[in-house]
């Protein structure tokens, strides 16, 4: 079980690394136009788990820095606000996944060595 408590290095450490996987994962998912709950369950199903409090304000942060577009369909009975992955933001979620495999290389190759 992992500690939650905000004083134990390891949870301090994995909320770091989760944090920077949020972000190339809502990029990845948002390749297809994705409205916030059906983020949050495509990103469950691919067992990352996020809050909504967490994934909301980094779609508008996203969507600021022109890596997402923000769309509201209303032609359903609930107005939904959806997602989509811009080019720019295609060319960064690429850049992340490029160094993100050298890196999860880089580590392999140095635990071999442990």
Do not use: F
């Not at 004083?7 to 998912?29: I, M, N, S, Y």
């Not at 994934?55 to 209303?74: F, I, S």
């Amino acid at each position: 079980m992992v500690p939650t408590d905000s004083a134990d290095p390891l949870a301090l450490h994995l909320q770091e690394v989760r944090r920077g996987t949020v972000v190339l994962a809502c990029l990845t998912a948002c390749k297809e136009p994705q409205y916030g709950y059906s983020l949050l369950d495509t990103l469950a199903r691919a067992q990352i788990q996020v809050e909504a409090n967490t994934l909301y304000p980094l779609l508008r942060r996203l969507d600021k820095q022109g890596l997402l577009t923000a769309e509201w369909n209303t032609d359903e009975p609930r107005p939904r606000k959806y997602y989509t992955l811009t080019d720019a933001g295609s060319r960064v979620a690429e850049d992340l996944r490029a160094e993100w495999l050298a890196l999860t290389e880089s580590l392999t190759d140095l635990w071999k060595d442990i």
